[in-house]
């Protein structure tokens, strides 16, 4: 069965760590996303990429880098200089001319 | 720029109980606009969708209709199941950018339902 894969489910980081989140999908599209979630404050997207080795930033960007060397991978890295990282992280994917996502089960990074 | 505002929760309902959960937009163009759904622990789940006015998405009883006069897409179901508990959120999506949807999404309305 097609589908986007997060690993790992919980993550638990030190202060000043960088930490490298996974998201693979298997569906052949081409757009992927990173939100992040707060509770009660809905989604917030961080960064997208249209197509493999470009990516650009979303509304929250700061403190967060991504890469996308690869059609199926799309790897979020939470930086030491994000302030608050203690969230749930939701990567999605998109296929071209079908409006809506697919999600992800999502990671849970808690700073520790 | 686009936004979505959705009714405020949580909301508890009975069992059977008939359930709308507001949702209004602000946009420019003619966005698409959608539910998700999601469940504890787990990612969102398209629940429904319409990407032109007077559309309406349906999906296991759960209905909305695409109204551009009122700038709403209001999520209904006539009788609620205990399996309905979850978190509802209501999204829209301009136009693809170089194949790229942009979704924004509502705050989430926490549903639960009791027996």
């Known amino acids: 069965d097609g589908g986007i894969t997060q690993s790992p489910k919980y993550l638990f980081r030190k202060e000043g760590q960088n930490v490298t989140l996974s998201c693979e999908q298997n569906l052949n599209h081409d757009a992927m996303y990173w939100y992040r979630q707060d509770p009660g404050q809905g989604l917030r997207l961080i960064y997208y990429?249209?197509?493999?080795?470009?990516?650009q930033k979303g509304d929250i960007a700061e403190g967060y880098s991504v890469s996308r060397e690869k059609k199926e991978s799309f790897p979020l890295t939470v930086t030491s200089a994000q302030k608050n990282p203690t969230a749930f992280y939701l990567c999605?994917?998109?296929?071209?001319?079908?409006?809506?996502?697919?999600f992800g089960s999502g990671t849970r990074l808690t700073v520790v | 720029g686009n936004s979505v505002t959705q009714m405020e929760g949580p909301v508890t309902l009975s069992e059977e109980a008939f359930l709308t959960i507001n949702c209004t937009y602000t946009a420019t163009g003619y966005p698409s606009l959608f539910w998700y759904v999601q469940y504890p622990g787990e990612g969102l789940q398209l629940l429904l969708k319409a990407t032109k006015a007077d559309d309406k998405g349906s999906n296991k009883g759960f209905e909305a209709t695409y109204r551009k006069e009122t700038t709403s897409f209001h999520l209904e179901k006539g009788s609620v199941q205990v399996s309905d508990s979850a978190v509802y959120f209501c999204a829209l999506s301009g136009e693809p950018i170089q194949g790229a949807q942009k979704l924004v999404f509502g705050q989430g309305t926490r549903l639960t339902i009791n027996p």
């Open positions: 990429s249209q197509i493999v080795n470009d990516f």
């Open positions: 999605a994917s998109s296929e071209q001319g079908i409006y809506g996502y697919t």
